[in-house]
Nanobody
Framework: QVQLVESGGGLVQAGGSLRLSCAAS????????KAWFRQAPGKEREFVAS????????NYADSLKGRFTISRDNAKNTVALQMNTLKPEDTAVYYC????????????????WGQGTQVTVSS
């Protein structure tokens, strides 16, 4: 079992930045790579970025490359998502997820999920 708790969401103006954090716990947490997804109202949950627990290798949604950065701190069992130059269309609930491979980009491929944190970008 893996437990995931997100934090860091909030309200920010367009062009601003936010840093989300995901605290992971559980006996098998080290066996899972981590990812961020987001879900806007009325839309499907979509892949944002992922990171390998062991190597730190990363994978990003093409549309978000250059603005978002995922990182991890294995000593603290945390994963962060730095979001820069935010746009109103980035408004969504952001979820942390754990899965067997950071290559995975589909919701169904991830085994554990956090409760989500709301990010609202005002224009």
């Amino acid at each position: 079992q893996v437990q995931l708790v997100e934090s860091g969401g909030g309200l920010v103006q367009a062009g601003g930045s936010l840093r989300l954090s995901c605290a992971a716990s559980g006996r098998t947490v080290g066996n899972y790579d981590k990812a961020w997804f987001r879900q806007a109202p009325g839309k499907e949950r979509e892949f944002v970025a992922s990171i390998s627990h062991n190597s730190g290798s990363t994978n990003y949604a093409d549309s978000l490359k250059g603005r978002f950065t995922i990182s991890r701190d294995n000593a603290k069992n945390t994963v962060a998502l730095q979001m820069n130059t935010l746009k109103p269309e980035d408004t969504a609930v952001y979820y942390c997820a754990a899965g067997r491979s950071y290559y995975f980009t589909r919701r169904s491929q991830y085994d554990y999920w956090g409760q989500g944190t709301q990010v609202t970008v005002s224009s």
